[in-house]
């Protein structure tokens, strides 16, 4: 009996709404000046410091997004507000994140010609879920309609490949014949759209993924899992304090140090580097060389980390479809970005193709997959 291991499906799921670099700049530079106006007096005497304009230029130039996706627009252009206005649900009813993941998962499994009937698990894994209990993977399954189990982790950027190789290992070892995993990928409320350095990085999106035997595959399009590989090496320059002990800490939750931040220089000199040597480390491992890789879907946080990793693998820039970004529209989705790559451009290669999925951030973690077209 045959023991290899496929994705055979991926859907992805976009919000309505969209945010351009220059609505977000108009936003944030209205905001800048009742700032410095209000805080003037501070300002001249040097105790507080003025915040500087923004554009969309120089957006685009640092990170290489000019677009993103988001859940719920409403509030996050208002300089009395400045953070998106999502309505509470009632217990009852299902919970924003979950039906994200829902949409997207009904994709992936019409790709994989799957029915609730043949999946075993469900894994929902992000950088943030709106609520520590019951799991969103658990809510998830009872609206699919899934018997088995489901659960969700948290691996910041590396959550989408990380839960992949969950669900490879759990369908290798027999625990289940097929998973779904799924990545809801609700950002944008961690977001300070009041901070020049930060407010543009993040969209909302849902991507998911079904992975099981070959043997069951029906799919059209599907590529076995090779090979998998993971690393985490601890760094404090991404993080994210937001958390139910500041109840306990006497804290403003809506404080500036509790959104998301980072020193991104510093983790840009950090992670390319580490980034690189573990893909080739990985191939290595597999008996594959950086030249028979035909697609790289990585990580879609910064277009600048992006060219310099596979220049640091290729000696050249790759071409678009060797390397395809997808962040100039969807930005930085955490862990999702691989995955929106993965979705968007996979049908176009041959049978024996072998390509790499891989995505890096905080932690420092890094999770990799080496697959082959079918």
């Known amino acids: 009996m045959s023991h290899d291991i496929v994705i055979s499906g991926t859907g992805l799921w976009v919000p309505n709404s969209t945010l351009t670099n220059e609505e977000l700049v108009e936003s944030y530079n209205q905001h800048a000046d009742l700032y410095n106006e209000e805080h003037s007096s501070d300002i001249a005497a040097g105790v507080k410091e003025a915040k500087a304009h923004s554009s969309a230029a120089f957006i685009e130039k640092a990170s290489g997004i000019k677009s993103r996706y988001i859940y719920q627009k409403d509030g996050v252009l208002d300089t009395a507000r400045m953070r998106p206005s999502i309505p509470r649900r009632n217990d009852e009813d299902i919970s924003d994140q979950a039906e ?16 609730a009937d043949d999946i075993d698990a469900v894994i929902v894994a992000c950088a943030y879920t709106q609520r520590s209990y019951p799991a969103i993977a658990i809510e998830v399954q009872h609206q699919l309609g899934i018997e ?43 977001v300070n759209y009041k901070d020049r350095d930060s407010h543009f990085i993040f969209g909302d999106v849902a991507v998911a993924t079904v992975v099981e035997k070959v043997e069951t595959c029906t799919a059209k399009h599907a590529f076995e899992i090779l090979s998998i590989k993971a690393l985490t090496q601890y760094s ?9 002990v500041l109840n306990a800490n006497d804290t403003d939750p809506l404080a500036k140090d509790q959104y998301f931040s980072q020193k991104g220089r510093t983790v840009f000199k950090e992670v390319c580097p580490i980034a690189a040597e573990h893909i080739s480390q990985h191939l290595s491992d597999t008996d594959l060389t950086n030249d028979q890789i035909s697609r790289w879907w990585l990580h879609q946080a910064n277009i600048n ?18 390397a395809p970004i997808v962040l100039d529209e969807f930005a930085n989705t955490a862990s999702a970005g691989s995955l929106i790559a993965f979705n968007r451009f996979h049908q176009d290669l041959s049978s024996g193709d072998y390509g790499v999925i891989c995505s890096f951030g905080a932690g420092y973690s890094i999770g990799s997959l080496i697959v082959r077209k079918v």
């Open 100 to 115: 994200m993941a829902i949409k997207a998962a009904r994709r992936a499994m019409e790709a994989a010609n799957k029915t």
């Open 236 to 244: 404090n320059n991404i993080r994210s304090n937001f958390g139910y």
């Open 148 to 190: 088995g189990f489901g659960f969700d982790m948290l691996v910041a950027c590396s959550a989408a490949t990380f839960a992949l190789h969950r669900a490879f290992e759990m369908v290798k070892s027999g625990t289940c014949r097929c998973v779904l995993a799924i990545n809801p990928e609700l950002t944008s409320p961690q």
């Open 305 to 322: 980390m992006n060219t310099l990793i596979c220049k640091l693998l290729l000696d050249r820039q790759p071409s678009k479809e060797e």
